[in-house]
């Protein structure tokens, strides 16, 4: 029930959400319309603020750019790959597939090859209020890197997480049943300041490896130093700055939320 919950109710908190609440407000006061037009105008910020590049790019490096990749990654006992970046395998799709987040399975596969460590240990299980499915998004990491040359031989399973917390929890007792204090977390950047913070309160130390990075050096002066067309672009909401806004809200969320209740 608590992890239905965390997935529940942060929709009325993300803006469009809550942009919608207020929209459904002010037809409900339709009589009072001064009350109305400022729950439309109050939407309306929400949405604009939410949707604007430069806003969502500078909410998104606040996390992105506190763990960036090290030049060379020291060697470790472990590579630890968070899921989240794989879609089962279900009808039509003939194989399993990767996602926006499926830049971090392609580099755990790539830190295995060059030799950071000599197993990957795969973490994610299936959420229990969604319906069944054919495999679990561990497996489905399992043979996306099967695929990349990673022999099975050298990937563990943790398929039984539903959240981060989760992640950290059952990866720590596989890792202490092998002995295992150190690892090269691999996740994406927006998600690697709670996933580090988890894993070290149990103990275990991390070399954080991102990857999925969505502001680059590039795009960010870009964005910051835009020309006249580009201006004019960035200044309307875009769906995409708003789904960025929208997960980067989620991370912080989900580290106050983590704090509160004394996981990080």
Same mark, same amino acid.
């Given at each position: 029930m608590f992890v239905y919950l965390s997935k529940l109710l942060p929709l009325f908190i993300f803006p469009l959400g809550l942009a919608s609440l207020f929209i459904i407000l002010a037809l409900i006061v339709n009589k009072r319309k001064r009350l109305q037009r400022g729950l439309m105008i109050?939407?309306?910020?929400?949405?604009?603020?939410?949707?604007?590049?430069?806003?969502?790019?500078g909410l998104a490096r606040s996390l992105e750019w506190r763990n960036l990749p090290l030049q060379n990654i020291p060697a470790?006992?472990?590579?630890?790959?968070?899921?989240?970046?794989?879609?089962?395998?279900?009808?039509?799709?003939?194989?399993?597939?990767?996602?926006?987040?499926?830049?971090?399975?392609?580099?755990?596969?790539?830190?295995?090859?060059?030799?950071?460590?000599p197993v990957i240990l795969v973490s994610g299980?299936?959420?229990?209020?969604?319906?069944?499915?054919? &495999?679990?998004? *561990?497996?489905?990491? @399992?043979?996306?890197? /099967?695929?990349?040359?990673?022999?099975?031989?050298?990937?563990?399973?943790?398929?039984?997480?539903?959240n981060t917390y989760e992640d950290a929890l059952y990866s720590s007792k596989i890792l202490a049943e092998n002995k295992i204090t150190e690892v090269i977390l691999v996740t994406s950047?927006?998600?690697?300041?709670?996933?580090?913070?988890?894993?070290?309160?149990?103990?275990?130390?991390?070399?954080?490896?991102?990857?999925?990075?969505t502001v680059t050096e590039h795009n960010w002066h870009a964005t910051f130093k835009p020309n006249l067309g580009e201006f004019v672009i960035?200044?309307?909401? &875009?769906?995409? *700055?708003?789904?960025? @806004?929208?997960?980067? /809200?989620?991370?912080?969320?989900?580290?106050?939320?983590?704090?509160?209740?004394?996981?990080?």
């Open positions: 109050v939407s309306l910020i929400i949405l604009w603020l939410a949707g604007n590049r430069w806003v969502s790019y470790a006992d472990a590579i630890v790959l968070l899921g989240g970046g794989t879609e089962p395998g279900d009808p039509p799709r003939s194989m399993v597939e990767v996602n926006s987040a499926g830049d971090r399975v392609l580099y755990a596969a790539y830190l295995y090859q060059q030799g950071a460590a299980g299936n959420l229990g209020y969604v319906s069944a499915r054919n &495999s679990t998004p *561990a497996e489905d990491m @399992t043979e996306l890197l /099967i695929l990349m040359g990673v022999p099975e031989s050298a990937i563990w399973q943790q398929p039984d997480s539903q950047a927006q998600h690697m300041p709670r996933s580090k913070a988890l894993f070290e309160k149990q103990g275990i130390t991390v070399i954080p490896a991102p990857a999925d990075f960035y200044i309307f909401p &875009s769906a995409s *700055a708003l789904s960025l @806004t929208t997960n980067v /809200i989620k991370e912080y969320l989900g580290m106050l939320i983590y704090s509160l209740r004394g996981w990080i």
